[in-house]
């Protein structure tokens, strides 16, 4: 009886570990590339008759096979279709950077900005997958969990709260919204008057960072801030240590209360 036990028991074990190795195993190219239904030539469509100033940053074709494996995305959903025939797109002179497969003006791609963030490694479920950001230090991300029960909707941390705020869109309806939507709306209070002459040029590597920080007050008049550049790594980071410090200092008031 012990020996059946055991045979069964290490059935089971080799079982639970073949089923764990073909859950994360990741599918090839060639599956991740659509080739009866694409979502790139509705996208382009998008870029076409966009409202706002859009452009497509320049493709290299190896690097985007590169970009498209390693997120693991298909070429059916607006996200794949970008990675893969985009090198990213810039909106409003660059103000919001969409991350596609890299490129020489925003060298980043969506799987290898994520990893070491959301991902520890490629193939991995993240519980949300950073996928934009913008010139005064806002992230945009969909969420798989993490940030709420709306799965699959886009977020955005402002750099005036650090808060994650849902959009109430998913990744395609965001890309609209970029494209389509009145961003000085959307902006309002974290844009400084001469704005547009400081944009054009910007790396998409490099974010601006303000003192005082937007978010150590409301009210913060950004026409009074001094503006520094820094790279867009260095912010992400700065601004997930200060989130949990203030959400730390919440907790604790409350306890206090």
């Given at each position: 009886?012990?020996?059946?036990?055991?045979?069964?028991?290490?059935?089971?074990?080799?079982?639970?570990?073949?089923?764990?190795?073909?859950?994360?195993?990741?599918?090839?190219?060639?599956?991740?590339?659509?080739?009866?239904?694409?979502?790139?030539?509705?996208?382009?469509?998008?870029?076409?008759?966009?409202?706002?100033?859009?452009?497509?940053?320049?493709?290299?074709?190896?690097?985007?096979?590169?970009?498209?494996?390693?997120?693991?995305?298909?070429?059916?959903?607006?996200?794949?279709?970008?990675?893969?025939?985009?090198?990213?797109?810039?909106?409003?002179?660059?103000?919001?950077?969409?991350?596609g497969s890299g490129s020489t003006r925003l060298n980043r791609n969506v799987a290898e900005w994520n990893k070491g963030k959301t991902i520890t490694e490629y193939g991995d479920k993240p519980g949300y997958l950073l996928v934009a950001d913008d010139?005064?230090?806002?992230?945009?991300?969909?969420?798989?969990?993490?940030?709420?029960?709306?799965?699959?909707?886009?977020?955005?941390?402002?750099?005036?709260?650090?808060?994650?705020?849902?959009?109430?869109?998913?990744?395609?309806?965001?890309?609209?919204?970029?494209?389509?939507?009145?961003?000085?709306?959307?902006?309002?209070?974290?844009?400084?008057?001469?704005?547009?002459?400081f944009i054009a040029n910007l790396d998409g590597n490099k974010s601006y960072s303000f003192r005082p920080y937007l978010w150590a007050k409301e009210g913060i008049d950004i026409e009074k801030c001094t503006r520094k550049l820094v790279t867009v790594?260095?912010?992400?980071?700065?601004?997930?240590?200060?989130?949990?410090?203030?959400?730390?200092?919440?907790?604790?008031?409350?306890?206090?209360?």
């Amino acid at each position: 009886m012990k020996s059946t036990i055991k045979s069964f028991s290490v059935f089971m074990f080799t079982f639970l570990s073949f089923a764990s190795f073909a859950q994360n195993k990741m599918e090839s190219i060639d599956e991740l590339i659509n080739k009866t239904d694409p979502a790139w030539p509705i996208v382009k469509k998008w870029v076409d008759s966009a409202k706002n100033k859009v452009e497509v940053l320049e493709l290299d074709s190896a690097k985007a096979k590169e970009a498209l494996y390693n997120a693991q995305v298909s070429t059916y959903s607006t996200l794949g279709a970008i990675i893969y025939n985009t090198g990213g797109i810039m909106v409003d002179n660059g103000w919001i950077r969409i991350l596609g497969s890299g490129s020489t003006r925003l060298n980043r791609n969506v799987a290898e900005w994520n990893k070491g963030k959301t991902i520890t490694e490629y193939g991995d479920k993240p519980g949300y997958l950073l996928v934009a950001d913008d010139a005064v230090g806002g992230f945009f991300a969909i969420n798989y969990g993490a940030l709420g029960k709306d799965i699959k909707n886009v977020y955005y941390l402002a750099p005036n709260s650090l808060n994650w705020e849902s959009l109430g869109a998913g990744y395609g309806e965001f890309i609209l919204f970029c494209f389509d939507s009145d961003l000085s709306n959307f902006y309002k209070g974290l844009r400084w008057s001469s704005w547009n002459q400081f944009i054009a040029n910007l790396d998409g590597n490099k974010s601006y960072s303000f003192r005082p920080y937007l978010w150590a007050k409301e009210g913060i008049d950004i026409e009074k801030c001094t503006r520094k550049l820094v790279t867009v790594e260095e912010l992400f980071k700065f601004n997930m240590a200060k989130q949990k410090e203030l959400q730390a200092n919440s907790l604790t008031e409350k306890k206090e209360n």
